[in-house]
């Protein structure tokens, strides 16, 4: 059963039976995970993965995020070290990634590494996603649903405003309960955040038993780019005197309810702000306002994504 748009379809049997046999012809769907929507193709596909970047309109310098079932099958495309394993146990599945050496006999399209000699590397924790790799015998790359430098999207009709009628399927799994892109560790060497996400640089510091490494990195994962998770309006940090066209992002209990004001949580819960945050703002683009104006954020634990999302976005 599907619902009344023609590209959007429940989760069954049947509409799982018609996602495997596209993927297996290299053509890309739209998938849920636990953190946000996915374009989804072969990862051992060129003809998939080129299809990505063109409906994503995607920088070749960029690389793909690419999900696994399990260990066991990561195993065959990249080395697996120690670090990998203490966090794998803790956070996986879950929204990690992982930026792990490339093996040579890997299967996986250059296209996807974008040349480099790692691969970004996510176990997803989202039963829709979970089932399908079950089922096939390759890895998804499987970048946000968006076009790139976009909003990434949270829910089935986010990946239909993005792409309209060019992805011919798209399974609705619900809003992703996350709401923002995975946290991404570098472990190819001393241990790095290249993108903060909910699973905090504390939290990994405690596994891992060690100080992370804080040198610049060039690019080599998704969520790097200077300009990105734009609402294709302004952004401005502080509060200003707003015009009944502008809108504020709020965050916290201060704040009485007022026709352009969006709170992010009203209980200060940086969680459910997290998973607030694309939505919110995908709400103030569509009510036409002309600029977003965005109150102090704490910089702690999932803040410190939202934070980086914003500054992005502003870019």
Known sequence: ?????????????????KTIKSLKQANI???PTETVYGLAGNAYSKKAVKKIFKLKKRPKINPLIV???SF?????????NENFRKLYKKFCPGPLTFILKKKRKSKITSLVTANLGSV?????????????????????????????????PISALDVLDEFKDKLKIIINGGNSKIGIESTVIDLTGKPKILRPGIISSNEIKYILKTILSNKKARIRSPGMMKRHYSPGIPIVFGKKKISSNHAFIVFGKKYKNRKNYF??????????????????MRKIKKRKYKKIFIDK???????????DRLLRASK
Not at 4 to 12: G, T, V
Not at 263 to 280: D, M, W
Not at 297 to 307: M, S, V
């Open 67 to 69: 999900h696994y079932d």
């Open 29 to 31: 769907v739209g998938l």
């Open 297 to 307: 954020i704490p910089n702690r634990g999932p803040g410190l994504a939202i934070n």
């Open 72 to 80: 066991k099958q990561a195993s065959k495309d990249v080395y697996l």
């Open 263 to 280: 709170n992010l949580s009203k209980k200060g819960n940086l969680k459910e702000a997290a998973a607030n945050l694309y939505k919110t």
């Open 120 to 152: 970004a590397v996510r176990f997803p924790n989202h039963k829709v996603i979970k089932k399908i790799l079950k089922l096939l015998d390759f890895p998804l790359a499987m970048p946000s649903a968006n076009v790139s430098e976009n909003l990434s």
């Open 1 to 17: 059963m599907k619902n009344i748009y023609s590209n959007i379809y429940s989760f069954n049997r049947k509409n799982l039976e």
